[in-house]
């Protein structure tokens, strides 16, 4: 279980992709973990993202330390807008450089018809990290200018560090096990 109550690497498909992949950053059973922070565990996250990413399964995710720098940098530099939008203030430049120019990334892929429906085919040798960078990216610049970034929260909770995406009236935790654990601080903190 996770501070969100779920598997670690369950989908929510109601978040946007840039908004899934912070999520990688996390607090389990009291510590942060990282699941982006070896080759194996981006690997991971790439395969239980690859309808998203829009990678068909035969894309082999081979990917390595050098991956791994990228996508850490990917991951901090979308925080960076993500907390900026939340807070009101402004991102650091350097951030909002890497995410518009690896968003453009998403330029390099044409959608394809096949009888089985419409897809995306990337060109011949595109890097996987490439891909995750650019729909990452593309999904953070779609999140940040349009209505949908006024449902934009960060977590209040105590040992929470995800965005989420308040799509009920007054959700104000990222989960119900966020709220729970929130009540039962503020609970003790009053019995103390
Ligand atoms: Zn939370």
Redesign the pocket.
């Known amino acids: 279980m996770t ?2 109550g779920k598997d670690t690497l369950e989908i929510r498909p109601l978040e946007p992709l840039a908004v899934e992949f912070t999520s990688s950053w996390h607090y389990e059973a009291g510590a942060l973990i990282d699941e982006i922070g070896t080759p194996h565990g981006l690997a991971r996250w790439v395969d239980a993202y690859r309808p998203r990413l829009g990678m068909d399964a035969s894309t082999p995710a081979e990917l390595g330390a050098p991956d791994v720098t990228a996508a850490l940098a990917v991951r901090e530099a979308v925080r960076d807008l993500l907390d900026a939008l939340v807070d009101g203030g402004r991102p650091p430049a350097a951030s909002l450089d890497l995410v518009t120019e690896r968003a453009r990334g998403v330029q390099r892929a044409a959608v394809g018809w096949p009888e089985a429906g419409p897809r995306l085919e990337w060109p011949d040798g595109v890097r996987v990290m490439d891909i995750v960078g650019a729909q990452v990216c593309a999904s953070a610049t779609r999140l940040l200018t349009s209505p949908r970034r006024g449902l934009l929260r960060r ?1 209040p ?1 105590p040992s ?1 560090v ?1 965005f989420f995406s308040a799509l009920r009236t007054g959700q104000q ?3 119900p096990a ?1 709220g729970n654990r929130a009540r039962v601080a503020r609970h003790s903190a009053r019995t103390r």
């Open positions: 501070t969100h977590c909770a929470c995800l935790w990222c989960s966020c």
